[in-house]
């Protein structure tokens, strides 16, 4: 009898210096060919467990029980046939696609390097070949081949780590939540095109993801941890109609909610106060810069990528206006001008009534405690040397806001609302001792801490399970009520938008193509890419 391709028996890891088993009796088994989808809130063994797959566990790491691939154990391989095993058998695709880019390399290099480290017997140019037809397989033009990660967008990154783990065509692609940055309309082409690789190729797919709706639609049997242990196994019909742990059923109320919840319309009124932001007429083009050879005997002018180009938009003090739109359309680019991170081309920002750009640096220093951000990526802006007290506490000292006493006091009240506790055990440890969900949470800590009046939201809750995303959103309707904060929150997750914004703007290379109340873009989408985001929406079945 042919064995399973993975098999996990009451398998169990621990992480250096941790005496509690991280994934505790653990017991699955996956055929090739199938899709397992593996949920669960941050925290609860879900990446550790894919990692484990690989044996890509921190060295001093304890395991029990078995892992076996195709019959074999895993943790019996030499390294050479690990080697061999990671990316020819098992591939993963990281939550975070940073953690697999060189910031010193191309992204062409990034492939040919993957397929020769391999593949020996392959010519560079047949590698590129291979290399540029599986990136534009997930929407990555030959055009950028020679771009460096960082000029790429989070969700066009991770669409490069996922053509790098396709590369080799593995037996097994373990996915930690691929498509958390990436709109619906990605998310849906990255998925069908890992599903038809399943099909086609008999590959096996893990999905771990905190999105129900997403695993729903594209597995076929869905796998729910908590706190390590997995408290329910069964075909996707079952869990997600006949679900008999309390943590599913709790997940499912919670998913439920966000996607049904109903949006009060808010009348529009001629004597609108003054605006907290204006944006006028805002543009930022990137220049791909040719190489010597190409400035030489091209005479065709450099490519031009209009990331921002010519939005107005105003906002409103207390309002929460919501910015949606796939991935690489400019919507964070955006933000960042908005807070001139990075120069815009031209145009004009004015927040409490004086224009940023042109702004001196002493003077923006001086406006951004009225303005913060919460990044996509929490790497961006958690300093790994500092604890989690320390680097939430930044702000307040930056800013003369308060003593080191004090600030102190005013951390471990908001490490309590944004329920990280007990405080004391957070304050002191570092962001690598936490889990994307837990270092997004502090993200948002450290961004709310200085009170500001403006607070820019990229992706917030895209690495929060259903559960804890509502009662993010939840925490910062209240501290926006609190603290008179207004927000732009820029998401692909359109029952995000629905659930916390008073009005949405749609984004489509560069402009904003569609802006309107949320229920009315939501009942009368006008645009046909609106349309066609809303459609490609997963939604749970009631």
Known sequence: MTPPLLQLDSFCVAYPRQENWAVEQVSLSLQPGEMLGLVGESGCGKST?????????????????????????????????????????????????????????????????????????????????????????VSIPASRWEQYPHEFSGGMRQRVAIALALLLKPKLIVADEPTTSLDVTISAQILDLLTQLCREQNMALILISHDLALVGEYCDRIAVMYQGKLVELGTTKQVLYQPQAKYTQSLLQAAHQLQNYEVDEIEETQNAIEPLLRVQDLVKHYTIEQNLLSKLFNRTPPEIIKAVDGISVELQPGEVLGLVGESGCGKSTFSRTLMQIIPPTSGSVEFLGQNLVGMS?????T??????????DPHACLNPMMTIGRGIADPLIIHGLASASEAKKQVHAMLKRVELTPTEDYYHRYPSDLSGGQQQRVAIARALITKPKLVICDEPVSMLDASVQAQVLELMLELKDELELTYLFITHDLWVARYLCDRIAVMNSGKIVELEPTEKLFKYPQHPYTQALLSAAPLLAK
């Open 49 to 137: 467990l894919g990692r484990a797959a690989l044996r890509l566990l921190p060295s001093n790491s304890r395991t029990q029980g078995h892992s076996l691939f195709e019959g074999q154990d895993v943790f019996r391989f030499s390294p050479q046939e690990v080697r061999h095993f990671r990316g020819e058998a098992v591939s993963l695709v990281f939550q975070d696609p940073m953690t697999r880019l060189n910031p010193l390399m191309t992204i062409g290099d990034h492939c040919v390097e993957t397929l020769l480290a391999h593949r020996s017997d392959l010519s560079k140019q047949t590698a590129k070949d291979i290399a540029i037809a599986t990136l534009e397989s």
């Open 361 to 365: 640096r002493p003077e923006l220093q």
């Open 367 to 376: 406006q951004r405690r009225n303005f913060q951000m919460i990044f996509q």
